[in-house]
């Protein structure tokens, strides 16, 4: 793992490299949708302290990532990032199962506590592969658009982990039956994807060369130092982080908005494979385009699109006349095929800016190591996914407000009818918010420039 890697990638690599991100985007994004309506729907714990559950084990991660990122640093040429890799897998995997093991509590108050402790041992397993599993796409090659390449096709495969971990998570509940069984049952199926492909790319990445750095790490303290110095990082962390809030509270409120706005968890997993069909189509182009304009136009161009179209959700409704009835007794409202036009264009821009954001991050490492000569590609990694899970933390937190200042009503079991202002404060989570917060996010980024040498 100490070999100096060619520019040029091969596919096979790459493509064993993105395989890893299916797992780790369950893991990612199936919490952050589904875990705030299994606490409050199942569990009957309050939408605000659903949040503050997601929240306290993410706290500890801005220090458990970069720590990971450190220790990775400093292992790498001793015995490289892969047993990082495999122990996070295995740790991660069974984690995802016990955060929906059991339904039956004391009371929402233990509920509440023990789905803490558990997120917070199973965020802890994630950060042990996530962060050295980052660091190694600044370490593949020095050419800025192979390392774009990487991140396109781990979008890709980040796209079928989005696909699985929220397209399909919630049918999967109703397909086993729904109530506890159906949510232990779906635990156990994404479980398991998330330990074979998070595996899979640990094994095969062994013996893959990786660029040296030209001197040996120093300590955390030494090397957060002198990524505080990168002044590009720093901006793009900052808009990543505010990008990311406005987006983790549209996630939280995913189940809630097909559930109470909608009116259709039958069209979830349309949604999720019409976005997901999106934004793998749409990979090429972001494989060109930052070619011909550059990386961040391109960014700013795709954040803005999306932005836009995320405006629009504030005016769903669920009571227009059916066009089509559905092969398996649905009616296919007008109202949702405009749903299913929104997750097109979503799915072509998000994975868009998503997948630069990363790419950029890469370009940050790349500029450390040609001008300091040791990169901390660990370090940067860590910090980098600690401030996002950070933000998919906080996300979590500000729809948990919004839920209940807006009136939102808790239950355990089954779901109960809401009032139209607890809609309103639903549908704002998924239109207003994160649109603001992608606007304030750009004004941030304004700020980023590359210096070339």
């Known amino acids: 793992m100490t070999i100096a890697a060619a520019d040029r990638i091969p596919t096979s690599v790459v493509l064993r490299y993105g395989l890893g991100q299916v797992g780790a985007q369950v893991f990612r994004d199936t919490p952050a949708v589904l875990l705030p309506l299994f606490l409050t729907t199942m569990l009957g ?116 982990g989005v696909l699985l971990g929220v397209g399909a998570a919630q049918p999967l509940v109703q397909y086993f039956g729904g109530g506890p069984h159906g949510w232990r049952a779906m635990s156990w199926v994404l479980g398991a994807v998330c330990l074979v492909t998070m595996l899979i790319t640990a094994q095969s990445l062994r013996k893959t060369p990786l660029i040296p750095s030209d001197q040996p790490p120093g300590s955390l303290r030494g090397q957060i130092a002198q990524v505080r110095k990168n002044r590009p990082f720093v901006i793009l962390l900052v808009t990543s982080f505010i990008s990311n809030v406005g987006q983790a509270s549209s996630y939280t409120a995913l189940g809630f908005v097909f559930i109470y706005v909608v009116k259709a968890v039958w069209l979830i997993p349309f949604f999720i494979l019409a976005m ?56 296919m409202l007008l109202d949702h095929v405009l749903v299913i036009v929104r997750a097109l264009a979503i799915g072509a821009v998000n994975g868009g800016f998503i997948m630069l954001a990363l790419s950029m991050m890469t370009d940050t490492v790349d500029y450390q190591r040609r001008n300091m000569g040791v990169a901390s590609e660990g370090v940067f990694a860590g910090l980098f996914s600690a401030f996002e899970k950070l933000a998919f933390a906080v996300g979590p937190v500000i729809a948990g407000v919004v839920l209940s200042l807006f009136g939102f009503v808790s239950s355990t079991g089954v779901e109960v009818p809401q009032t139209a202002t607890a809609i309103g404060g639903i549908v704002l989570l998924y239109s207003v918010i994160p649109a603001a917060m992608q606007g304030i996010a750009l004004l941030v980024f304004r700020k980023y420039k590359l210096p070339a040498g």
């Open 45 to 160: 714990v309050e939408a605000w302290v659903a949040g503050l559950v997601v929240l306290i084990p993410k706290l500890w991660l801005i220090v458990c990532d970069p720590l990971v990122g450190g220790l990775s640093d400093r292992m790498k040429a001793k015995i490289g990032r892969t047993p990082f890799l495999i122990g996070g897998a295995f740790g991660t995997a069974l984690g995802f199962v016990s955060l929906f093991a059991v339904s039956a509590y004391s009371s929402p108050a233990m509920a509440a506590f023990v789905t803490c402790v558990l997120f917070f041992l199973a965020a802890t397993a994630f950060s042990v592969y996530s962060v050295p599993y980052l660091a190694i796409a600044a370490e593949l090659s020095h050419d800025t658009n192979e390392r774009n390449r990487i991140m396109v096709l781990r979008m890709v495969f980040a796209t079928i």
């Open 276 to 331: 997901s069909s999106a934004a793998i189509l749409s990979q090429p182009l972001w494989l060109w385009l930052p070619r011909r304009i550059g990386k961040p136009r391109s960014y700013v161009l795709a954040s803005t699109l999306w932005a836009l179209v995320t405006i629009t959700w504030l005016w769903v409704s669920p009571l227009s006349a059916t066009m089509v009835q559905m092969p398996f007794g649905q009616p």
